[in-house]
C-alpha cells in the first residue's frame, strides 16, 4: 500500500500534469495550432470559425493556463501522506500519535 500511495502521489500527478503542459505546447505553439487544427479539419471535415477560434485559444492559452495553476496549487497545498501510524515526507520518515 506504501508503494501505490507514494507513485500516486509523487510520480504520477506531477508527470501528467508537465506531460500535459509540454504536450499542449508543443502542438500549439511549436507545430501551430492553425495547422494542427487544418490536419483534424483535414481529418472530419471543414468546421466554423467559431470553433477554430475556441479550439485555437483552449489549446493556445486556458489549458496550459489552466495546468499551470493546477502545479502551482500542488506546491502550495503539498501534503504528507499518512499511513496507519507513520507520517511518510519525501525526505524523511518520523512517527505520528493519533490525538
Not at 46 to 67: C, D, E, G, H, N
Request: glycine share 2%; charged share 15%; aromatic share 20%.
Amino acid at each position: 500500500m506504501y508503494w501505490l500511495q507514494l507513485v500516486d502521489k509523487y510520480a504520477a500527478n506531477w508527470s501528467v500534469l508537465l506531460i500535459a503542459i509540454a504536450e499542449c505546447i508543443l502542438i500549439s505553439w511549436v507545430y501551430g495550432a492553425n495547422r494542427f487544427l487544418r490536419d483534424i479539419q483535414d481529418m472530419i471535415g471543414q468546421k466554423s470559425r467559431i470553433w477554430t477560434f475556441f479550439w485555437t485559444w483552449m489549446w493556445k492559452v486556458i489549458t496550459p493556463a489552466a495546468l499551470l495553476v493546477r502545479v502551482c496549487e500542488n506546491f502550495r497545498y503539498h501534503h504528507y501522506i499518512y499511513i496507519y501510524i507513520y507520517i511518510y515526507t519525501h525526505t524523511q520518515t518520523h512517527t505520528h500519535t493519533h490525538a
